[in-house]
């Protein structure tokens, strides 16, 4: 059952257990007594993200064999003789924190899709800092926002943050559940963190 901020799905790969994000949880509040969630999946937004990331000037692929190959010696390697348990680190899962509060609270997750780009929703897409599981944190170069996403509102809920420099951490890859790529054959356990937009 899914639970949390963020949705995400190990599957295992060339022996390897690799990350797979599905989606995070985000709200609006219409007024002071109607609050309302919904579900961004993030593949749905994939060729948006291909495409913003190339108009930095870089190449990438979201391919989902592409991905899981790419950091693949990052990830841990498994026993085929063993049963599988699904892993409990969370180290691509980005906290955002509003930097504008002297308390910094987190207001968000996003998931680190290469090792320099975090996506997060639109709405927690200002006065950000960005936490990594191993406390490190680095600045944001660009903060791209969907051109269709407006305030208070549910749809194209979602933002890509560039990062000044590459992160440490391993990167999740974006699950092809709304792609077409259907001849991925993976095992999936569903995972989730976070509770949800703060």
């Not at 007594?33 to 930095?56: C, G, H, L, N, P």
């Amino acid at each position: 059952m899914w639970k949390g901020g963020f949705l995400y799905s190990d599957l295992i790969y060339d022996n390897h257990i690799v990350p797979f994000a599905i989606g995070l949880s985000s709200g609006t509040s219409l007024n002071s007594s109607d609050t309302y969630k919904a579900f961004v999946q993030m593949s749905f937004y994939a060729d948006w993200i291909a495409e913003t990331i190339r108009e930095e000037g870089e190449e990438v692929s979201l391919d989902p064999l592409a991905c899981a190959k790419r950091y693949l010696k990052l990830h841990p390697q498994i026993n085929n003789t063993e049963l599988f348990e699904p892993s409990n680190s969370v180290e691509f899962v980005a906290s955002i924190y509003d930097s504008s509060n002297a308390v910094q609270s987190m207001k968000c997750v996003g998931a680190l899709i290469r090792k320099d780009v975090v996506v997060t929703l639109a709405q927690c897409a200002s006065n950000l800092i960005v936490v990594f599981s191993d406390r490190s944190s680095i600045s944001i170069r660009d903060i791209i926002i969907h051109p269709n996403y407006t305030d208070s509102s549910l749809y194209n809920n979602i933002a890509i943050l560039k990062l000044v420099s590459e992160t440490s951490v391993a990167p999740v890859q974006i699950a092809p559940f709304y792609s077409k790529h259907d001849k991925v054959k993976l095992y999936a356990t569903e995972n989730s963190v976070g509770d949800g937009l703060k």
